[in-house]
C-alpha cells in the first residue's frame, strides 16, 4: 500500500534556489550557476535553469532530481 505526501511549500524544491552554484562530477572544473527553477501545469518534474559562470550566454535545463543527484552534480563550496 502506498501512502502518498505531500511536501510542503517550503522543501519543495529541497533547499535549491537561484544563485546557488553546482559542479558536474568527473568533468572539467565547470561552475553552473541556478537561475530560475520552473514547475510546469502537468509535469510532476521540476526543471532547474542553469547558466554557466563566467559564460552566462551558456545555459541548460535540467530536471531537478538530476541536481539533487550527487553522481551528477556537486555544490560549490
Do not use: C
Not at 15 to 22: K, L, V
Not at 45 to 61: C, D, E
Request: proline content about 6%.
Amino acid at each position: 500500500m502506498w501512502i502518498w505526501r505531500r511536501r510542503s511549500r517550503t522543501d519543495e524544491n529541497f533547499g535549491i534556489s537561484a544563485g546557488q552554484r553546482f559542479r558536474p562530477v568527473g568533468s572539467m572544473p565547470l561552475l553552473w550557476e541556478v537561475e530560475s527553477i520552473a514547475r510546469h501545469p502537468g509535469e510532476l518534474i521540476a526543471h532547474v535553469r542553469l547558466h554557466r559562470v563566467g559564460m552566462p550566454s551558456q545555459g541548460k535545463t535540467v530536471a531537478l532530481e538530476v541536481l539533487r543527484d550527487k553522481r551528477y552534480y556537486l555544490p560549490a563550496s
